[in-house]
């Protein structure tokens, strides 16, 4: 089974700073990878697909990146509303397995 | 507008079954496929089951696998899951996803509330 190890497991940032999380893939998964964020108390909620596709109506700071076992997820300005744990996913075959996830606090 | 309405959660003993629903509704059922997510207490995401939108493929978690069976009913729009053998382990939240395709592999693009299940004695 692949498995997909996120890091940093939690990070604390600044308002306005660069963020970025990162997602690993025991076995290449091409660009079948997708990002949710989980705001505390909410429903997860999808961001990015095909490892780099923007969903609609997400904000325009928030880019994914990478291709077959290293990919990244960049919030360029962190903002306060983004406080919040963000998953990986990967859907190339049967088992759709998440990551582990990321916490992201405001410092 | 998409809505996943779950229901069919609560407290069961080990060993005991329990069968979940998931009523949605805003777009057309038997065009797309359709995922059970689970969320332990305080844990990460897992998923758990995934069926296609003709019901005609089936995926499993190996942790769940012998004990769970995904349906769904495009009659009724509805999706379920049943529980079986259930284990203390399996306390979660129980998240009905809806894919954005007719095919199983795909990430989800619509959540439901959610549906707590607590399997204790």
């Known amino acids: 089974d692949i498995q997909m190890t996120q890091s940093p497991s939690s990070l604390s940032a600044s308002v306005g700073d660069r963020v970025t999380i990162t997602c690993r893939a025991s076995q290449g998964i091409s660009n079948y990878l997708a990002w949710y964020q989980q705001k505390p108390g909410k429903v997860p909620k999808v961001l990015i697909y095909a490892a780099s596709t923007l969903q609609s109506g997400v904000p325009s700071r928030f880019s994914g990146s990478g291709s077959g076992t290293d990919f990244t997820l960049t919030i360029s300005r962190l903002q306060p509303e983004d406080v919040a744990t963000y998953y990986c996913q990967k859907y190339n075959s049967a088992l759709l397995t998440f990551g582990g996830g990321t916490k992201v606090e405001i410092k | 507008e998409v809505q996943l309405l779950e229901s069919g959660g609560g407290l069961v003993q080990p060993g005991g079954s329990l069968r979940l629903s998931c009523a949605a509704s805003g777009f057309m059922f038997s065009n797309y496929a359709m995922s059970w997510v689970r969320q332990a207490p305080g844990k990460g ?77």
Do not use: H
Not at chain 2, 52 to 60: A, F, N, Q, V
Not at chain 2, 94 to 121: H, I, M, N, R
């Open chain 2, 45 to 121: 995401l897992e998923w758990v089951s995934g069926i296609s939108g003709s019901g005609g493929t089936t995926y499993y978690a190996d942790s769940v696998k012998g004990r769970f069976t995904i349906s769904r009913d495009n009659s009724k729009n509805t999706l379920y899951l049943q529980m079986n053998t259930l284990r203390a382990e399996d306390t979660a939240v129980y998240y009905c996803a809806k894919v954005p395709w007719e095919l199983v592999l795909a990430f989800f693009d619509y959540w439901g509330q959610g549906t707590l299940v607590t399997v204790s004695s």
